[in-house]
């Protein structure tokens, strides 16, 4: 009988995640895997382009769920993720990250006492006001077993006291996709000559968090910021949906499109090959900030605090808190030319072979 997983994915940051997951999955004969969307990201841009690129099986389920509150949102996911895990009877449940539909995924399968994985586990910000903070740390409190990324996320776990038995540091699954996709994009992407870039004569910025667009007077420090900077250096900024439509509220998105290169959400492959080539990148996304370092660029990172301490600590991320526009354009200019030293903590690209290790061993 081969084993049988259902991973549960819904947001961008998953797709990567799930993308190399799903790959070492595939390649054990003893493993079946089954995916379930929840539609939390649902359009093109945002989802089926990471489908297609990144080969992710189709998902066997697509429950639909998208744009409420984070309550409706997530009580309607736990509710069609039940029904399918009664459905399926998996001997794991995996679940990434840290967003709704983790959470979700995983108050689901517990409840049904289904053994669930926790992609990613052990990260913290300590900054309780981040819907994704409160995600993580339910969800690891949930979990049967903890893959965590870094040994700073195993620390932060056995301070939680979780049980040592439960937790697992595997490396990180984005840097096997920055490793294996990176290559990838090298050969696929077009996309600076699309814009008409030369590799480091740019800035590449992504803003999403919640706690930057939902505040306007810190998504006006990040555009002004950003503004200033690009009086001497184009700023590329592929701008999520959430942004659009706060800038676009306030009135601010026609100035914002005259002074930045705006862009819609790109491809995976697109975005490596923009990260690869930028001088520096400023964003707000924990992803980006990891994958800026995994290609030798410099990361400002538009936040009060970071999940990602090894990066400030090696120097390679300068946090730059983004409540007023002078902090947000000096914090670029200066760290321009950064370096850091080399970082141990997110393994040796094998993380998602050690994920299926752990599933299929225990
Ligand atoms: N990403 C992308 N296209 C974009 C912006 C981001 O492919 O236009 C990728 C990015 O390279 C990273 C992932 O999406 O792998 C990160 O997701 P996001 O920034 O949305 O979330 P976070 O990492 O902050 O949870």
């Known amino acids: 009988m081969r084993m049988k997983v259902v991973g549960i994915v819904g947001a961008r940051p998953q797709f990567v995640k799930a993308a190399v997951v799903s790959r070492a999955l595939a390649r ?31 998902p066997t389920y697509h429950l639909g769920i998208g744009g409420g509150t984070h309550g409706q949102n ?57 819907p994704e903070e409160i995600n993580r740390v339910l969800t690891d409190h949930a979990a049967d077993l903890l893959l965590a990324p870094t040994p700073m996320a195993v620390e932060n776990l056995r301070r939680e006291g979780l049980p040592e038995a439960r937790v697992r540091w595997v490396g990180d699954v984005m840097y096997d ?22 590799p480091r004569s740019y800035v590449l910025a992504t803003v999403h968090r919640a706690e930057n667009t939902d505040e306007p007077k810190r998504l006006e420090a990040v555009f002004e910021g950003l503004s200033r900077v690009a009086v ?40 490596v090959a923009l990260e690869k080539n930028a001088r520096l990148i400023a964003t707000d996304s924990g992803g980006v900030q990891k994958e800026a370092y995994f290609f030798g660029v410099p990361c400002v990172t538009l936040r009060d605090e970071t999940e990602w301490v090894e990066l400030v600590d090696a120097g390679w991320n ?13 914090s670029i200019r200066t760290h321009l030319d950064a370096r850091g030293h080399p970082v141990e ?13 752990e599933l299929t061993e225990r």
């Open 345 to 357: 903590a997110y393994g040796d690209g094998r993380a998602a072979e050690r994920i299926v290790s």
């Open 232 to 271: 001497e250096l184009p700023v590329v900024l592929p701008l999520h949906p959430r942004t659009r439509k706060a800038l676009e509220s306030l009135g601010w998105l026609e100035r914002a499109r005259e002074r930045l290169k705006l862009i819609g959400p790109v491809g995976y492959l697109d975005m």
């Open 74 to 130: 997530t009580g309607r996911m736990i509710e069609g993720i039940e029904r399918a895990l009664l459905d399926e009877r998996p001997d794991w449940v995996l679940v990434y990250g840290d967003t709704d539909s983790t959470l979700a995924g995983a108050l689901a399968a517990v409840k049904l006492h289904l053994p669930v994985a926790h992609v990613e586990a052990g990260l913290r910000s300590f900054n309780r006001r981040m």
């Open 318 to 330: 300068l946090l730059a808190p983004p409540h007023d526009a002078e902090t947000v354009a000096r």
């Open 28 to 58: 054990n004969k003893g493993v079946r895997e089954t995916i379930l969307h929840t539609g939390q990201h649902f359009d093109t841009a945002l989802s089926d382009v990471f489908f297609q690129e990144l080969g992710i099986p189709a």
């Open 177 to 198: 996709a920055a490793l294996h996709f990176g290559q990838l994009a090298d050969r696929a992407s077009t996309a600076l000559e699309r814009m008409r870039l030369e």
